[in-house]
């Protein structure tokens, strides 16, 4: 009865690939098998001094730091971001990391972590979205892991404006002082795992490390995201 019913479902609403919009076969969710081969992965070693660890060379709480596919604008896969965050769409973010997650767990990236902490959004733009893309991220993870996620203790004032046009001195200035911890007794001791979905300058992930660095000085900290800009 199940197949029959999953078999109605896909006639009656047929799924189709974030990335190239073809329909997804019976055992595909979200992205189809051809797209999922193709991913342009960065292979990055979670563990060393890959590109994205290279933006914390001068935070010591800072481990390790890793993301998973590169992102550019205009290449398809960017979709799986885009649409992620502004389609009403979390459970892509959230498979695609629990994916990546089954494979960085034999690393030990994870082995001495203690929680999760998505990177917040500011209150308002979490009401105005529905959700916050990277707790879904956080939930795949935590899916395979089973980590608990802290989305209580670290909290954004506000947004920063976009940071396109900006110098890199203007980002900077840009994402100082928007996130506050409110619980450091909570995190105190631990290792947290900061996951967002993109890293493109850096500057909002140094910020959010310097503010909880600052906040906890016994905190190691360790970085997640699914992609990184391609000049990364
Ligand atoms: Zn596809």
């Given at each position: ?6 078999d109605i479902g896909r006639l009656l609403f047929p799924r189709f ?20 081969r193709r991913l342009p992965r960065t292979h990055f070693d979670p ?159 140094m910020s959010c490390v310097e503010t909880l660095a600052q906040a ?17």
């Amino acid at each position: 009865m199940t197949t029959i019913g999953s078999d109605i479902g896909r006639l009656l609403f047929p799924r189709f690939c974030k990335v190239c919009g073809s329909k997804l076969n019976q055992g595909e969710e979200h992205i189809c098998t051809t797209c999922l081969r193709r991913l342009p992965r960065t292979h990055f070693d979670p563990m060393a001094l890959n590109p994205v660890m290279q933006h914390f060379m001068g935070y010591p709480a800072v481990e390790h730091a890793t993301a998973y596919f590169f992102y550019a604008h205009g290449n398809a896969y960017t979709r799986l971001i885009t649409r992620s965050k502004y389609s009403d769409s979390p459970e892509t973010g959230r498979y695609i990391s629990r994916l990546v997650a089954q494979e960085l767990a034999g690393s030990g990236f994870f082995s001495a972590i203690d929680l999760l902490l998505p990177v917040p959004l500011s209150a308002w733009r979490k009401w105005s979205r529905g959700y916050n893309q990277s707790e879904w991220i956080a939930r795949g993870v935590a899916d395979v892991t089973k980590l608990p996620i802290d989305t209580k203790s670290f909290i954004r004032h506000r947004h920063n404006e976009t940071q396109t046009h900006m110098t890199r001195e203007e980002r900077w200035k840009n994402v100082q002082h928007i996130f506050s911890v409110r619980r450091p007794e909570r995190l105190k001791g631990r290792h947290i795992l900061l996951i967002d979905d993109v890293v493109t300058t850096g500057a909002t992930l140094m910020s959010c490390v310097e503010t909880l660095a600052q906040a906890v000085p016994d905190l190691r900290i360790s970085v997640f995201t699914l992609a990184c800009a391609r000049n990364e």
